[in-house]
């Protein structure tokens, strides 16, 4: 079992800044690839970026490239999502994820957090 802790979630108005983090704890994080999705209201989970282990090869949604930057520091198990000028659309409970592969698919990932609350005022 892996548990995956998110915080850094928060309130910010429109064009601000967050940095969400995402700890690891349990079962070797080795090997493993992230990713980050995000749910809105009333809206399907989606999709917004992923990291291999290696670091290498980042991937992101199209609504949030240029401004988002996933990162990941292997020795403290945590991996990072910057979040830069932001929007009101991007208000979503935010939730980082483990699976075997670089995957956008959420039903291939296989370890999820508990989620954190990220709100864009405009």
């Known amino acids: 079992q892996v548990q995956l802790v998110e915080s850094g979630g928060g309130l910010v108005q429109a064009g601000g800044s967050l940095r969400l983090s995402c700890v690891a704890s349990g079962r070797s994080f080795s090997g493993y690839s992230m990713g980050w999705f995000r749910q809105a209201p009333e809206k399907e989970r989606e999709f917004v970026a992923r990291?291999?282990?290696?670091?290498?090869?980042?991937y992101y949604a199209d609504s949030v490239k240029g401004r988002f930057t996933i990162s990941r520091d292997n020795a403290k198990n945590t991996v990072y999502l910057q979040m830069n000028s932001l929007k009101p659309e991007d208000t979503a409970v935010y939730y980082c994820a483990a699976a075997a592969t670089a995957t956008i698919r959420p039903p291939l990932y296989r370890y999820w957090g508990q989620g954190t609350q990220v709100t864009v005022s405009s």
């Open positions: 990291i291999p282990w290696s670091g290498g090869s980042t």
